[in-house]
Nanobody
Framework: QVELVESGGGLVQAGGALRLSCAAS????????MGWFRQPPGKQRELVAT???????NYLDSVKGRFTISRDTSKNTMYLQMSSLKPEDTAVYYC????????????????WGQGTQVTVSS
């Protein structure tokens, strides 16, 4: 019911910047919160940043001060602005949305974007 489409990944040199976008469609009113995971090569997925419907944000310690999560409700789009990028930021980045449905029966699930590759060269 909720679908997420990511864009904005690419190749950038260390110290550069990228902005990732995550466009939501479908039952967007059912989204409770959104955020970004990333999966570096050969490593487990880690939570990078979250944002609530009240626009409260949280960040992985290693990206604090460099990454900013935001959303534009008029466009149903969430963003991850990444600056001062480091080679260790190289990963596939996935956006997610926590969805709660009240009818016909209360249920919850997580919608995922398709992933976008971010590569930071030294």
């Amino acid at each position: 019911q909720v679908e997420l489409v990511e864009s904005g990944g690419g190749l950038v040199q260390a110290g550069g910047a990228l902005r990732l976008s995550c466009a939501a469609s479908g039952s967007v009113d059912a989204i409770n919160g959104m955020g970004w995971f990333r999966q570096p090569p050969g490593k487990q997925r880690e939570l990078v940043a979250t944002i609530t419907t009240g626009d409260s944000t949280n960040y992985l310690d290693s990206v604090k001060g460099r990454f900013t999560i935001s959303r534009d409700t008029s466009k149903n789009t969430m963003y991850l602005q990444m600056s001062s990028l480091k080679p260790e930021d190289t990963a596939v980045y996935y956006c997610y949305a926590a969805v709660s449905i009240a009818a016909p029966r209360v249920r919850a699930y997580t919608a995922w974007g398709q992933g976008t590759q971010v590569t930071v060269s030294s």
